[in-house]
C-alpha cells in the first residue's frame, strides 16, 4: 500500500519511528540524512582489478564505486552533462565513459574527453569544468564505507568496531553469497536481528529449540553508536576483543556467538557452529540491509569459514579439507532458512506498518533495539524536524 492510498489522518497518527515504512517521501527525507553518515557500501575485493566497479546508493542516491590506478573512489551515478546515468548495469569494468554523448572521466571525477569539444563549445574540457560529485570513501578491512559530507573519521565512528572489522576478514575464506529481496522496509530487517525474544517463535527448530534465553546467558553492549551482543560466559569486554584483534589474537571458542550492528545497514556475525574432529569450524555472516524504497530491501549476505585457531600437519589439514565442505552446506542451508523465516515476519509487519500507532517497548532481549532507534531519532528524525 502507497501513502497516497491513505487519508492523511492516517498519517499522522504513524509515530515518527516508523514512518519511513509506510511514507515514500518521509523514506525519501530518512535516506538524505542517512547518506551523511559513514554507511557500509560493498568490499574491496568485489573490485579487484583496474576499472573494475560496481553500483549501490547511498542516502537514496545512485552511486558507483570504482578502482582506478590511484585508489577507490567513488562518484554519484548521474552525468553533468545532461544527466543520464553512466552505470547502467549493477558492476562491470571500464572507463568512466557516458553512453549518452560519450563524455569521459578521470579518477577525481572531472570531465576530460569530451567529443568535439572545441568546435561545439569553442573551450576545452578544462575551461568547461564539468565533473562527477564525488563520495567520501574509507576503507577498513575490505569494508569501503561511504558518506557525502564531512565529519569524524570513519575509525572514530566505528569506534572499537573498526579494529573488530579490519580483523575479521583476514584470512577467511568466502563461501557463499545469498542476496534476496525483501518486501519491507530496511529498518525491520535491522530490528530483527537486534531481537533475541523472537527466536522460540520465528526459528523453532534452529536458534530457539532449546527455549527462550536466559537472561543472564548474553551480555549487550554499545560501541558508540553500534551496538553488539556476546555470550555472558566467555566474560569478554568489547575493547578486550580490538585489543586481541589488533594483535591477531582473537579466536572464537566452542559454542561461540557474536553479533556486531554497525549502524545503519550492516550487521556482522562471528559464530561457531559445529567442531568436529577437534577443530571449531567458525563462521563470519555479513548481513547488509541496502534500502530500495519504503517497503523494498535488498539483503545480501556472504558467510566466510575464518581460520582455524590451531596450526595443523598432514593428517588434520586432510581431515579439515574432507569435511569442510559438508558443514559448508549445512551452514548454508541454515542461513537460508533462517533469513527467510526473518523475512516473513519483516514483511508481515510491512503489510499493517501504516496502522503502526505506537512506540516499540523493547523486552530485556530487545535491548539493543531500543538503542538502535535512539540513533535512528538523532540522525533521522531530530534532524528531519531541524529542516
Ligand atoms: S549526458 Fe552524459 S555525455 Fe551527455
Ligand atoms: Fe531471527
Not at 500500500?1 to 518521509?26: G, R
Not at 563549445?121 to 569494508?143: D, H, R
Not at 575464506?173 to 522460540?200: R, S
Not at 532481549?365 to 531519532?377: I, K, N, Q, S, T
Request: glycine share 8%; proline share 4%.
Amino acid at each position: 500500500m502507497t501513502n497516497q492510498l491513505l487519508p492523511s489522518s492516517t498519517l499522522k497518527s504513524v509515530p515518527d519511528w516508523a514512518k519511513a515504512l509506510s511514507d515514500e517521501a518521509y523514506f525519501a527525507q530518512e535516506q538524505a540524512c542517512l547518506g551523511a553518515v559513514w554507511t557500509f557500501l560493498g568490499f574491496e575485493s568485489d573490485i579487484p582489478n583496474v576499472n573494475d566497479w560496481f553500483r549501490t546508493t547511498l542516502g537514496g542516491r545512485s552511486i558507483f564505486i570504482q578502482r582506478f590506478k590511484d585508489g577507490l573512489k567513488a562518484f554519484e551515478n548521474i552525468c553533468p552533462h545532461r544527466f543520464n546515468q553512466i552505470r547502467c548495469e549493477d558492476k562491470g569494468n571500464g572507463h568512466v565513459i557516458c553512453g549518452f554523448h560519450h563524455w569521459q572521466f578521470n579518477s577525481t571525477g572531472d570531465a576530460v574527453g569530451i567529443p568535439k569539444c572545441k568546435e561545439y563549445y569553442g573551450k576545452t574540457p578544462a575551461e568547461i569544468g564539468a565533473s562527477l560529485n564525488p563520495v567520501e570513501l574509507s576503507v577498513c578491512g575490505g569494508f569501503i564505507f561511504g558518506r557525502f559530507g564531512g565529519g569524524e573519521s570513519l575509525k572514530s565512528w566505528l569506534g572499537d568496531g573498526y579494529d573488530i572489522l579490519a580483523y575479521v576478514t583476514k584470512g577467511s575464506e568466502l563461501c557463499g553469497k545469498l542476496d534476496l529481496k525483501v518486501k519491507a522496509h530496511w529498518k525491520l530487517m535491522m530490528q530483527i536481528g537486534l531481537d533475541d525474544y523472537h527466536i522460540v517463535a520465528v526459528h523453532p527448530a534452529t536458534f530457539g529449540k532449546n527455549g527462550y534465553l536466559k537472561l543472564t546467558g548474553f551480555k549487550y553492549h554499545r560501541i558508540g553508536v553500534h551496538s553488539t551482543v556476546m555470550m555472558a560466559s566467555k566474560q569478554r569486554e568489547v575493547a578486550t576483543i580490538a585489543q586481541q584483534c589488533r594483535e591477531g589474537s582473537f579466536f572464537l571458542g566452542s559454542g561461540d556467538f557474536l553479533l556486531f550492528q554497525f549502524f545503519p545497514t550492516l550487521v556482522v556475525i562471528l559464530t561457531q557452529p559445529v567442531r568436529r574432529f577437534g577443530d571449531d569450524y567458525c563462521y563470519l555472516l555479513i548481513q547488509h540491509n541496502l534500502p530500495e524504497s519504503h517497503d523494498h530491501t535488498l539483503t545480501h549476505s556472504r558467510f566466510y569459514l575464518m581460520p582455524f585457531s590451531r596450526s595443523a600437519g598432514f593428517v588434520r589439514r586432510l581431515v579439515r579439507k574432507v569435511t569442510a565442505p559438508f558443514i559448508k552446506v549445512f551452514f548454508k542451508y541454515y542461513m537460508r532458512k533462517v533469513t527467510q523465516e526473518d523475512i516473513d515476519i519483516c514483511e508481515n509487519i510491512q503489510q499493517v506498518a501504516h496502522q503502526i500507532d505506537g512506540q516499540i517497548q523493547p523486552s530485556a532481549l530487545e535491548e539493543r533495539l531500543g538503542w538502535f532507534e535512539e540513533v535512528y531519532a538523532k540522525y533521522v528524525t531530530d534532524s528531519i524536524k531541524q529542516k
